[in-house]
């Protein structure tokens, strides 16, 4: 069966601080596709990447990279020198062929950047 | 539109009334889907529209849920006689035909039952 977890409930780091947000999914296909998707206050989620199973290159976005290994099954989000603007809930997810087109979400961590 | 419109925005009833919500995806967005987000919860899915596909209703909680789509565009969830259980954001997504295609979410109507 598929499943995300996120393990971290909630995180709090000091501005300009790296954050590693971590992800790890369970799924019986080969064929898979994995998102990050960020909820601010104002509860509106904003979707920041997708990665399929057949890429496991590493992204870097400004300061936002992920980190993709099949071998751990992990999909890990790092903010680099975290902002006060980057406080919110992180929702790693899931689709993969046996769910189609639907997404499974973790939990979420919910992130908070002191000034 | 530009972007997924939900309605409305909150919603306040009292335990027993019945609440339609209301979703419009972006034009040409041929996939629809509902989630429900109860307080401090991640995302639980409720159903999902593909085209003129039978929806895929494995989601939904209880037969007092429903949803209908149509026109292949606008989209109403309707929960009957509520409970205070029901309170959550209810959100809603639109995206292209294709596994893997990402979602854009709506801002969600918070729906509390008193």
């Known amino acids: 069966a598929q499943k995300v977890t996120q393990a971290q409930t909630e995180i709090s780091v000091v501005e300009k601080e790296d954050v590693t947000l971590d992800c790890v999914y369970e799924?019986?296909?080969?064929?898979?596709?994995l998102f990050w998707y960020k909820q601010p206050p104002s509860g509106e989620l904003v979707f920041l990447i997708r990665?399929?199973?057949?890429?496991?290159q590493n992204e870097i976005s400004g300061r936002y990279s992920w980190n993709f290994q099949k071998s751990t099954s992990s999909f890990n989000f790092t903010i680099t020198a975290s902002q006060v603007v980057d406080s919110a809930v992180y929702f790693c997810?899931?689709?993969?062929?046996?769910?189609?087109?639907?997404?499974?979400f973790g939990a979420g961590t919910i992130l908070r950047v002191k000034s | 539109g530009a972007g997924v419109s939900q309605s409305p925005s909150n919603k306040v009833t009292e335990k027993g009334k019945d609440v339609e919500l209301r979703c419009d995806p972006i034009s040409g967005h041929t996939a629809l889907y509902w989630y429900r987000q109860s307080l401090g919860q991640g995302l639980e899915f409720l159903i999902y529209?593909?085209?003129?596909?039978?929806?895929?209703k494995s989601g939904l909680p209880s037969d007092r849920f429903s949803a209908e789509r149509t026109g292949g565009s606008v989209s109403t969830l309707t929960i009957q006689r509520t409970q205070q259980e029901d309170s959550a954001v209810y959100l809603c997504?639109?995206?292209?035909?294709?596994?893997?295609?990402?979602?854009?979410f709506g801002s969600g109507t918070r729906l509390t039952v008193v």
């Open positions: 990665r399929n199973s057949f890429d496991e």
């Open positions: 529209f593909q085209g003129n596909s039978a929806p895929d």
């Open positions: 997810a899931l689709s993969d062929m046996e769910y189609g087109n639907k997404l499974v």
């Open positions: 997504a639109s995206s292209l035909t294709g596994q893997g295609r990402g979602y854009t």
């Open positions: 799924t019986r296909d080969t064929t898979y596709y």
